[in-house]
């Protein structure tokens, strides 16, 4: 049997020679018939989805062309030696049309739209080595990361490759700026020696990296509920800025309200963005934005200058709205992260960072604040919270988990909630030199009148030798001495070095800052991200044997209920203030 699925829909094409139970004179007749089906599928669904050419497309099939190769008892190649096209998951339908890359998807499942062509080529390849076969690529670094990893090489490690021989950041020789990876695979269920960079290994994952765990990474139950994407308001309206902008109003209107009614700062709270957070030396937000809460309309209403304000700039918006709880709860901010107000309170600050940022900082938010949807926030406080997540360990795993946007990566909630925090009883070190990091960066933007982007900008530079950012680079080592030796990994040194993030062109470059950054080795940092991915693996066995079920994702966010679901007021983040009669 051979399947295709030609625009949508799914053809079975029974090859006709093989069905012995029949006669030859029916055999013939069914054949015919399926070779008008064929014909028609291939004049009338196929060919409008080609491309115009000036020849036809002459199919190749691999048993067809080497049968010597495939009709023997251990089918399949001895070797296939592959330098594949890069193209990225988003662009093959795009220059090899839709159809062909659903066939690729559905061909070679489980795969996702989103993996490299690289990964298809690799399944193809070893579907096509005979048992104890090899095959050798040359592959770019995404071959081990992503939707690229989970299609290609997990697939193949799962069902029966072995990685054998693996070189990484091999530079391409010429003068293209081009590092790529190369590795061999073989089919075959024996044990094998395995040279990772020319090092004697036990096994090599799917990360191209030392050690047993090659699939994606999961939830832990230890980390769930505390990661939350911030708060969607959809309506600038609900904003006061300067300037204003699409529909939001200034901070003298504010102020104004404000000097008429002082009961009306209960539902203002200041407006946390990634821009502000990185921008300023204080992580304090330059605007503010109404918040009703959970309110009913006629509770709303109380607050008749700022509801007006909404009711004028937000609902028109929120009418056309294909979403109905965002039409009927207008007054209301979209989502919201429920969980963030009662921890504020309890505990005065929680962690925050920036989905997208070039660097890796997290700070502490204050009572009073609402952040944006383009924050995540933590349900954390501690000191030693902060050590952790801003430690050079937590970055390393960031970076097989987080995706990129350009030179900046994208934060998901993904990448705390499968992290594998260090479960210490003793946490006085990481309190302290947590403490003594935050406070020390704290003082020192405040002085400089820096944020986190211009401060990070200074660490990471090989030109800068003030004595603040040496100090600054002193105490991040020591805490991430703290933070490994939570783990119980006292052998992985700490030392950092200017490495460049990823290969430049010096001469196209030109006089832009180069991306390096003051960091671990990609040796020791490969280390680290081996040993997280292990004990990943374990703790997801220990929920699973716990009775606590792995999840993809955490639940999301609750949106406002209907309007005749609503809940009374909740209290305020400011306490003491009352509502207007």
Not at 161 to 180: D, E, H, I, M, S
Not at 239 to 256: K, R, W, Y
Not at 261 to 271: H, L
Request: charged fraction near 25%; hydrophobic fraction near 40%; aromatic fraction near 10%.
């Amino acid at each position: 049997w051979a399947g295709l699925r030609l625009n949508g829909a799914e053809v079975m094409l029974n090859t006709a020679y093989e069905r012995c139970d029949l006669p030859d004179p029916a055999r013939e007749r069914e054949r015919k018939a399926m070779r008008v089906r064929v014909e028609q599928i291939l004049r009338f669904d196929v060919t409008e989805s080609l491309p115009a050419a000036p020849a036809g497309l002459v199919p190749f099939h691999w048993e067809l062309e080497f049968p010597e190769v495939f009709n023997r008892d251990c089918h399949g190649f001895d070797a296939v030696v592959a330098n594949p096209p890069f193209l990225g998951g988003t662009l093959i339908g795009g220059h090899l049309g839709l159809v062909y890359h659903d066939y690729l998807v559905e061909t070679y499942s489980p795969a996702t739209g989103l993996a490299d062509l690289i990964a298809f080529f690799l399944r193809r390849a070893f579907e096509l080595i005979r048992i104890e076969g090899t095959l050798g690529m040359i592959a770019t670094n995404t071959v081990a990361q992503g939707d690229t990893r989970s299609t290609g090489l997990e697939c193949v490690l799962r069902q029966g490759g072995k990685l054998y021989r693996v070189q990484r950041r091999y530079k391409w020789p010429g003068n293209a700026t081009v590092v790529v990876s190369l590795f061999q695979v073989q089919k075959t269920d024996k044990a094998l020696q395995s040279l990772l960079d020319g090092v004697q290994v036990d096994r090599i994952s799917a990360y191209l990296l030392a050690g047993t765990a090659d699939a994606t990474p999961v939830v832990l139950s230890e980390n769930k509920r505390i990661c939350y994407l911030g708060t969607k308001i959809w309506g600038s309206g609900f904003v006061f800025e300067d300037p204003p902008a699409n529909g939001s109003s200034s901070l003298a209107e504010l102020e104004h309200i404000l000097s008429q009614d002082a009961r009306n700062r209960a539902v203002i709270f200041a407006y946390l963005g990634g821009e502000d957070f990185s921008t300023s030396p204080t992580q304090h937000p330059s605007r503010f934005v109404i918040d009703f809460g959970t309110m009913s309309e006629d509770e709303a209403r109380r607050w008749h200058a700022l509801f007006s304000i909404v009711e004028e700039r937000v609902r028109p918006v929120r009418l056309n709205n294909k979403q109905r709880n965002y039409r009927e709860n207008w007054w209301l901010h979209a989502n919201r992260v429920e969980e963030a107000g009662p921890y504020l309170q309890r505990h005065g600050r929680l962690l925050a960072l920036t989905c997208y940022s070039q660097h890796h900082a997290f700070a502490f938010v204050e009572r009073g604040t609402i952040a944006q949807n383009t924050m995540l926030l933590f349900l954390l406080h501690e000191n030693s919270d902060f050590a952790v997540t801003q430690s050079r360990v937590h970055e390393a795993w960031v970076r097989i988990v987080a995706t990129t946007l350009g030179d900046a990566r994208r934060y998901t909630t993904a990448c705390f909630d499968t992290f594998p925090r260090p479960l210490c009883d003793d946490r006085a070190q990481l309190e302290q030199t947590g403490a003594r990091y935050y406070d020390f960066r704290s003082h020192l933007m405040k002085s400089n009148d820096e944020g986190l982007t211009k401060t990070y900008n200074r660490f990471h530079s090989p030109d800068e030798r003030s004595p603040e950012i040496l100090t600054l680079r002193e105490l991040h080592a020591a805490m991430d001495r703290a933070v490994l030796d939570a783990y119980g990994w006292t052998d992985i040194p700490t030392e950092c070095d200017f490495l460049l993030d990823y290969e430049i062109d010096e001469l196209e470059w030109g006089v832009k800052r180069k991306p390096y950054r003051y960091r671990w080795s990609d040796e020791i940092r490969d280390k680290v991200v081996a040993r997280l991915l292990e004990l990943n693996r374990q703790r997801a066995e220990e929920d699973t044997s716990a009775g606590v079920a792995n999840e993809s994702a955490k639940p999301k966010k609750r949106a406002p209920e209907s309007a005749s679901k609503v809940k009374p007021a909740e209290p305020t983040l400011f306490s003491g203030e009352d509502a207007p009669k």
